[in-house]
């Protein structure tokens, strides 16, 4: 595996050459068309492996909650229901830390780099699952340790946001554009093995359980089931922290940044650019078309980079970038989004993602409270035997649904478009939720079963492969953008995480498939606000947009 200190050589004019460190994540950006999308480089998996283990948590952490607060009904409550409440706060928790993270992590990724950022996510979550694993539910009360361990999982939630625009970004920015989408799809995939891998620990450690729980009848060892479940979550952690850490940064970061980046690239400094207000920053032109003026100490520099489009072709374009003074990313950030054009793309990714998460979540947060409406709880036997049947079910159905949905997204992405894939999925969710909602009191179980997988497939080969905030942002903005986007959806995560459970008692569980049902509907009908993004460079994009811009002011001059 090419290591960090390798070097490649930049191609320049006249024959010139450049060394520049070029990591081995790096060198796919120059790899070869003639692959299908879906077959990765050995760079690409590498980049899989560090961006991955975080959606791998991400699903593990979040979902783990089902089977862990069941568990904790036998250990505190004898078997009894966790107060309605509290049992909202425990399963919204670290969706509520979620959204503080992914704006946080977002703004701070684009505004100091992902390289400074990258990494602190996952310490996060690993001091966060520690402190979860030390819930003293010997001494304090039922109530006091059921509240002890949302508080942790509000910080869990932190470092989990935090991964989601940090992730997305750092493989985008390092993604060759007609295979973005793919790997984008392979890196969200890793939440489908996430949640079923929690299930098949689950049962697996439950299986080793089974002797004291079942045989001896102490039910209170269930307390050590759940913490060696959630306990077994910090070895990917740590095993990938150390990758994250000393990721260098991306090459299409340093491009978006001005003057520094541009100089790690072979920039060279000229003076003669028409000093202007801050509109002027990032943009690019022509170097032809900007001579020096002596004398002419008040222009802002030029800073000429030496670029070859496509890397492997000689003829290079020279590129100008005027960088004025300083702006914040914040107010770089409120200007972008203040023109309607971009505006709707962001509330389109936003919309679409808080409508999807109150489904998704409404479903999965509460799949338990689902199988136990089916009789798949076990609903006869020992406490052993109806955890281990519900762990049964989630298995079946995060194998039948959860992985199979991601990876046809994974080998049909590139074909069929992001827009296809996801009004597809949400308008296919939306019938298998009426279906579910119309005969929930008549399906047989396995009818049940296979409506539900359904559900899960089209959830997943749709709009829970959610790259369109990765994709149809510039890099400048992306990850701030994909933190706004992912927190809209983890508002949604939080209502029905808080609601499933009352709103299902007071008017039953078909009202509220209903109501995902019409939340479905509406996320086709708001994913029509976002452009195709297969095969569309938002940064060239941007630069366009700029050049417009320069050239009309300069017009108006």
Not at 196 to 215: C, D, H, Q, R
Not at 448 to 458: E, G, H, S, W
Not at 491 to 510: E, R
């Amino acid at each position: 595996m090419p290591g960090h200190d390798e070097i490649a050589e930049v191609e320049v004019d006249d024959a010139e050459t450049l060394p520049r460190p070029r990591t081995g994540l790096e060198e796919y950006e120059r790899s070869g068309l003639d692959r299908p999308p879906f077959i990765l480089t050995r760079a690409e998996v590498k980049l899989l492996g560090i961006a991955g283990v975080g959606f791998f948590l991400d699903a593990y952490d979040l979902f783990i909650i089902n089977p862990v607060a069941t568990m904790l009904q036998y250990r505190l409550y004898d078997g009894e229901a966790i107060p309605a409440g509290l049992q909202g706060f425990l399963k919204a928790a670290a969706n509520i830390g979620s959204v503080i993270g992914q704006f946080l992590f977002g703004y701070l990724a684009d505004a100091l780099g992902r390289k400074a950022i990258y990494g602190k996510e996952l310490m996060l979550i690993i001091f966060a699952t520690i402190l979860s694993l030390t819930t003293p539910t010997g001494s304090l009360s039922p109530n006091g340790a059921i509240t002890y361990l949302a508080a942790a999982r509000v910080l869990l939630g932190v470092g989990v946001g935090g991964d989601y625009p940090m992730s997305a970004s750092v493989s985008a920015d390092r993604a060759v554009v007609r295979r973005r989408g793919t790997l984008l799809a392979y890196v969200f995939a890793s939440q489908g093995w996430g949640s079923l891998g929690g299930s098949l620990i689950t049962l697996i450690v439950l299986l080793a359980y089974k002797g004291v729980m079942e045989g001896r009848g102490e039910t209170s060892k269930v307390d050590g089931v759940w913490r060696v479940v959630v306990g077994l979550s910090l070895v990917p952690a740590f095993g990938t922290l150390y990758q994250r850490l000393t990721l260098p940064e991306a090459v299409k970061y340093e491009e978006a940044q001005g003057v520094e980046g541009l100089k790690k690239e072979g920039a060279v400094v000229a003076k003669g650019a028409p000093s202007g207000s801050e509109e002027w920053d990032d943009i690019e032109m022509d170097k032809r078309s900007g001579g020096s003026k002596k004398g002419d100490e008040e222009a802002p520099s030029i800073v000429v980079q030496d670029v070859d489009a496509k890397r492997t072709n000689s003829d290079v374009a020279r590129r100008a970038v005027v960088q004025p003074k300083k702006r914040t990313h914040f107010r770089e950030f409120l200007t972008y989004f203040s023109e309607w054009r971009h505006a709707k793309i962001l509330i389109g990714t936003s919309m679409c993602w808080f409508l999807l998460d109150i489904a998704f979540y409404g479903i999965n947060l509460n799949q338990n409270v689902v199988l136990q409406q089916i009789g798949f709880d076990g609903s006869s036997g020992s406490p052993w035997n109806r955890l281990f049947k519900i762990s049964i079910g989630n298995v079946i159905i995060t194998a039948l649904g959860f992985v199979p949905g991601y990876y046809v997204s994974v080998l049909t992405i590139e074909y069929l478009g992001r827009k296809w894939i996801q009004i597809q999925g949400f308008l296919m969710a939306a019938l298998f939720l009426a279906i579910l909602a119309s005969k929930f009191h008549t399906l047989s179980t396995a009818a049940f079963i296979v409506n539900f997988a359904f559900l899960q497939f089209f959830f997943n080969f749709g709009a829970n492969t959610y790259c369109y905030p990765a994709e149809v942002f510039p890099t400048r903005f992306r990850a701030f953008a994909h933190g706004m986007s992912a927190a809209s959806g983890k508002a949604g995560a939080i209502v029905s995480a808080l609601a499933f459970n009352a709103l299902s008692k007071k008017v039953g569980t078909p009202v509220v498939l209903w109501i995902f049902f019409g939340c479905c509907v509406a996320g086709a009908v708001f994913t029509l606000l976002l452009p195709e993004v297969k095969g569309r460079d938002p940064d060239a994009i941007d630069r366009e947009e700029i050049r417009e811009r320069a050239a009309k002011m300069a017009g108006a001059a």
